[in-house]
């Protein structure tokens, strides 16, 4: 079956760091990329659609300067958590459908820890 | 806006016991419903869905039923094993694209031999 890669799975680091993390489709394309987060014991929550060539598009509230993503090629996207603070501590989770599918796939997630 | 609200867990149950995990939504129009599973050290996996009104979604021994009239989406299994331990979340996706999904808040399952 289709398989969505992340990576890092863990992250540590300090605030006022940059962190990035991406999140490939090992075998399919995916012109359409989603970024969740996930605080604890509480649901995921959409953060932004990653589109292949062109800007995502953020979901209200989301800081589109705090979260930056880039989607350069039809199986990566990379979301960038700039000047981290320890607010910013939370579980980043990306999935991708191959394209013309209704199927998402899952990466396995990142947990980001802000010191 | 969209919604899932799910019972809150952990639920712990013992070997071959029944399962019931409640999901109510709130949505306009007609969302598609699923349930995603997540099993220790993994990503998300679609477990089952159902795309309309009265459709039951079935995997793995799971049942789920699209109920419009109570907007219930509840997951069953007659016998639960160890290997279900996991976190199952319900979720709905709304309009046109099927990738932005609201999802509940997830709920531990734990199953013991």
């Known amino acids: 079956g289709a398989v969505v890669s992340q990576h890092p799975s863990r992250v540590i680091c300090k605030s006022g760091t940059s962190v990035k993390i991406e999140c490939r489709s090992l075998?399919?394309?995916?012109?359409?990329m989603f970024w969740y987060r996930q605080f604890p014991k509480q649901s995921l929550m959409l953060m932004a659609t990653s589109n292949e060539g062109s800007k995502a598009t953020y979901e209200q509230g989301v800081e589109k300067d705090k979260f930056l993503i880039n989607h350069a090629s039809l199986t990566l996207s990379t979301l960038t958590v700039t000047s981290a603070h320890p607010e910013d501590s939370s579980f980043y989770i990306c999935s991708a459908a191959p394209d013309g599918a209704e199927k998402l796939f899952f990466g396995s997630g990142t947990q980001l820890s802000v010191l | 806006g969209n919604s899932v609200t799910q019972m809150e867990g952990p639920v712990t149950l013992s070997e071959e016991a029944f399962l019931t995990i409640n999901c109510t939504y709130t949505a306009t129009g007609y969302p598609s419903l699923f349930w995603y599973v997540q099993y220790p050290g993994e990503g998300l996996q679609l477990l089952l869905k159902?795309?309309?009104?009265?459709d039951k979604g079935s995997n793995k021994g799971f049942e789920a039923t699209y109920r419009k009239e109570t907007t219930s989406f509840h997951l069953e299994k007659g016998s639960v094993q160890v290997s279900d331990s996991a976190v199952y979340f319900c979720?709905?996706?709304?309009?046109?694209?099927?990738?932005?999904?609201?999802f509940g808040q997830g709920t531990i399952l734990t199953v013991h031999p």
């Open positions: 979720a709905l996706a709304g309009g046109t694209s099927y990738g932005k999904l609201t």
């Open positions: 075998d399919f394309q995916a012109t359409t």
């Open positions: 159902a795309t309309k009104a009265d």
